[in-house]
């Protein structure tokens, strides 16, 4: 059986862990600092398993040699926004504690894949990749099937018509200056323009982008059903070998023309990791944009004290 070790027991992280139950990808260790917490979580767990007859074993622990042997480690540890923040306002404190959990999965769970959740997520993504040491392939970040979650919401409720018919693609930062392609976005076999104006297009777009700060607004705190449900898609593809083209926050070494620096792109996901980035054709206007995230990202990277890793 393999064994998905969650690291933050907040909302995402046992959301995150409840739907790796549900698709039973494997036994489970919670791993919190606040005691009790996880070990309160998991037994809600291991109930809800029980009740729903799901083979899966959870375990809470405030001790990171409990990670040992994970094939997947999944990173949702750090604070949170707030209603007045953005993602990047969070970048000087949740690298510091990215740096702290990076050393752990080091130390304990040196073969495993990471996949980070927390945000601003592609620079966290790339201080944990810098702080393993790992492959780049093992370590990814989660965001984009969020992002393109969104997306195809409002167009399913816009149009009417069944998410499993919604194909879409986002590049670039996960947050402000992501770049949602309605040029890649199809309504079965034809393209969301033959659907919509451009108005509309534009309208929706934007929705999508202040969708996140627009839960914060409504529930006072961030979304953690979605990221759950995202977080246990990535992880079936990696446990199943599925070769899966999920976007994902992935080191570009040339692609796209960029270097040294975490951004999400279309990737194939299977046993190794990221094992393949795709690189699709973009529009001049849609290059110039993503050049502009990235920009963004490799600016608050800059910031990151990663000298002290």
């Not at 899966?244 to 023309?257: E, F, K, Q, R, W």
């Amino acid at each position: 059986m393999p064994l998905i070790s969650v690291i933050g027991s907040g909302r995402v992280g046992t959301s995150t862990a409840l739907q790796i139950a549900m698709r039973e990808l494997g036994d489970i260790v919670l791993v919190d600092i606040i005691p009790g917490l996880p070990q309160g979580e998991a037994l809600d767990l291991n109930h809800t398993c029980a009740i729903l007859d799901l083979d899966v074993d959870v375990k809470g622990s405030n001790d990171y040699r409990d990670i040992a042997g994970s094939d997947i480690v999944v990173v949702t540890a750090g604070l949170t926004r707030k209603p007045d923040m953005t993602r990047l306002d969070l970048l000087l404190k949740n690298s510091e504690i990215i740096k702290d959990v990076s050393r752990h999965i080091r130390e304990h769970a040196p073969k495993s894949k990471v996949i980070v959740v927390t945000n601003p997520l592609d620079v966290m993504t790339y201080v944990a990749y810098k702080t393993t040491g790992f492959e780049s392939n093992r370590v990814m970040g989660f965001s984009g099937l969020l992002d393109i979650g969104r997306f195809r919401h409002l167009i399913h409720s816009r149009l009417g018509v069944s998410y499993k018919s919604i194909r879409s693609m986002v590049l670039g930062e996960h947050g402000d200056s992501m770049v949602l392609l309605p040029s890649h976005t199809y309504i079965g076999v034809e393209k969301l323009t033959s659907f919509m104006d451009e108005k509309t297009i534009a309208e929706t777009v934007e929705a999508t982008r202040k969708a996140g700060a627009e839960i914060i607004k409504l529930k006072g705190w961030s979304a953690h059903h979605a990221p759950g449900a995202g977080v246990s898609v990535m992880v079936s593809a990696i446990i199943k070998d599925m070769k899966a083209v999920i976007p994902t926050s992935a080191l570009l070494d040339g692609h796209y023309g960029e270097k040294d620096v975490y951004a999400v792109v279309p990737c194939v996901l299977g046993a190794n990791g990221v094992e393949k980035i795709i690189e699709i054709g973009l529009s001049d206007e849609e290059l110039k944009k993503f050049k502009e995230s990235i920009k963004v990202l490799k600016s608050a990277i800059e910031q990151v004290k990663l000298d002290k890793i």
